[in-house]
């Protein structure tokens, strides 16, 4: 069964430094989505993704961070400057044209800022 | 913003035992969906119900949707411990078609053996 991968699994940086988390969506999939989770907290929408550009983001995507797809199967995202805070699960989605709101989450990316 | 709430937050169940989380929403939608999540590991998605359906199952799974009062549970019948995980309430906001799903805190359901 298709499924969404993200890489790396876990990420360690240091504050301050650059990040890209990656995610390969499944295949037919045109819609892509990012979220945080914080530790012990809600899933938090971070963004979405189509047609090559942002449908919608969230007041917790600021400048600091981008997405893209820069090739037909990763969708990126990138975190310019990392703080502290940003210290979260980080989990891509996706799903198809059909309009399903089912999405299909990838085991996510512990990201570690120190 | 419409936003899920599940109860209890943490259920500890014998093996055999059924288990019942609640989840209240606070706006209008057309779906709501249930989500399970092991520890440390990604979303996985269990079910969606329309707004227009009052119960499905799947498998050892059933769950009812009360639009008059907004809310939803879900129950997981004959539990094993391997149905130990994070349960998650999911509803889209937004009318385009990359819609993003609000998410809401979770039941922590332990099987015990």
């Known amino acids: 069964e298709p499924e969404v991968t993200q890489t790396p699994s876990h990420q360690v940086t240091q504050m301050g430094q650059e990040v890209i988390l990656r995610c390969v969506p499944i295949?037919?999939?045109?819609?892509f989505y990012w979220y945080r989770q914080i530790l012990g907290q809600k899933v938090e929408f971070l963004v979405s993704?189509?047609?090559?550009?942002?449908?919608?983001k969230s007041e917790i995507f600021d400048d600091q961070f981008s997405v893209e797809r820069p090739d037909g199967s990763n969708f990126t995202l990138k975190i310019r400057s990392t703080k502290l805070e940003d210290s979260a699960m980080y989990f891509c989605?996706?799903?198809?044209?059909?309009?399903?709101?089912?999405?299909?989450f990838g085991p996510g990316t512990r990201l570690t800022v120190l | 913003s419409q936003q899920g709430e599940e109860d209890p937050q943490a259920l500890s169940i014998q093996e055999g035992e059924n288990a019942t989380m609640n989840c209240s929403y606070k706006t209008s939608i057309n779906n709501l969906q249930w989500y399970r999540q092991n520890s440390g590991r990604g979303l996985v998605h269990l079910i969606l119900?329309?707004?227009?359906?009052r119960e499905k199952h799947s498998g050892r799974l059933r769950v009812t949707l009360d639009t008059s009062k907004k809310s939803s549970s879900l129950l997981i019948t004959a539990s094993r411990a391997a149905d130990t995980a994070s349960y998650f309430c999911?509803?889209?906001?937004?009318?385009?078609?990359?819609?993003?799903?609000?998410f809401g805190s979770g039941t922590q359901l332990t099987v015990l053996p």
């Open positions: 989605a996706s799903n198809s044209l059909a309009g399903t709101d089912t999405q299909y």
């Open positions: 119900i329309r707004s227009n359906e």
């Open positions: 999911a509803t889209p906001l937004g009318s385009g078609s990359a819609r993003q799903l609000t």
């Open positions: 993704f189509y047609n090559n550009e942002i449908s919608e």
């Open positions: 295949s037919n999939h045109l819609y």
